[in-house]
T-cell receptor, first 112, second 117 residues
Framework: SQQGEEDPQALSIQEGENATMNCSYK?????LQWYRQNSGRGLVHLILIRSNEREKHSGRLRVTLDTSKKSSSLLITASRAADTASYFCATVINTGFQKLVFGTGTRLLVSP | KAGVTQTPRYLIKTRGQQVTLSCSPI?????VSWYQQTPGQGLQFLFE???????NKGNFPGRFSGRQFSNSRSEMNVSTLELGDSALYLC????????????????FGEGSRLTVL
């Protein structure tokens, strides 16, 4: 079953606008990661935030984590058409070994 | 450094057949994971291998199996194919070894798209 639920399922914006995606998860985590997937391709790792971190930045990406609410958000600033993709949150469940459980994903469309 | 390579990229099979998919991880990565992606179920974890040992397994029937070789290359096999096995199968490698819960970053291949007719 999915660990994470993402909201919204789909998001359509214009170039230059900001895009915010939210992820909620169910169980305690070691870290939370965000991945991007272009249509029918493999996933690309964007950013990792540890459970003891609250906010992290990478270029135009800003990720927040609220472990009390079991939620995270990904903000993409000044969106570009090339940002059009599906975005997934993924959590590492503490089984002692590496098992990433992915959310349902947000499809982002950035129009020129 | 070459990325994760999956072969074949596309294949079509008929119900009842079996299929073997191959994955070559990034050089030096010893952990290989497999995921199934479908429109209905999303990304589902299949299994993870480290140093030729299956460390973790998802909730898939025994028709789904895998193995890892001494050079870290991995294969997965699906026997007695069903229509519902049509999916994008993704392989990912990681430099994490043993118990490293703070690492986590996976490097994915482009996937093998399986269509079962």
């Amino acid at each position: 079953s999915q660990q994470g639920e993402e909201d919204p399922q789909a998001l359509s914006i214009q170039e230059g606008e900001n895009a915010t995606m939210n992820c909620s998860y169910k169980t305690s985590i070691n870290n939370l990661q965000w991945y991007r997937q272009n249509s029918g391709r493999g996933l690309v790792h964007l950013i990792l935030i540890r459970s003891n971190e609250r906010e992290k930045h990478s270029g135009r990406l800003r990720v927040t984590l609220d472990t009390s609410k079991k939620s995270s958000s990904l903000l993409i600033t000044a969106s570009r058409a090339a940002d059009t993709a599906s975005y997934f949150c993924a959590t590492v469940i503490n089984t002692g070994f590496q098992k990433l459980v992915f959310g349902t994903g947000t499809r982002l469309l950035v129009s020129p | 450094k070459a990325g994760v390579t999956q072969t074949p990229r596309y294949l079509i099979k008929t119900r009842g057949q079996q299929v073997t998919l191959s994955c070559s991880p990034i050089s030096g990565h010893r952990s290989v994971s497999w995921y199934q992606q479908t429109p209905g179920q999303g990304l589902q974890f299949l299994f993870e291998y480290f140093s030729e040992t299956q460390r973790n397994k998802g909730n898939f029937p025994g028709r789904f199996s895998g193995r890892q070789f001494s050079n870290s290359r991995s294969e997965m096999n699906v026997s007695t194919l069903e229509l519902g096995d049509s999916a994008l199968y993704l392989c990912a490698s990681s430099s994490a070894g043993g118990v490293q819960p703070n690492t986590g970053e996976l490097f994915f291949g482009e996937g093998s798209r399986l269509t079962v007719l």
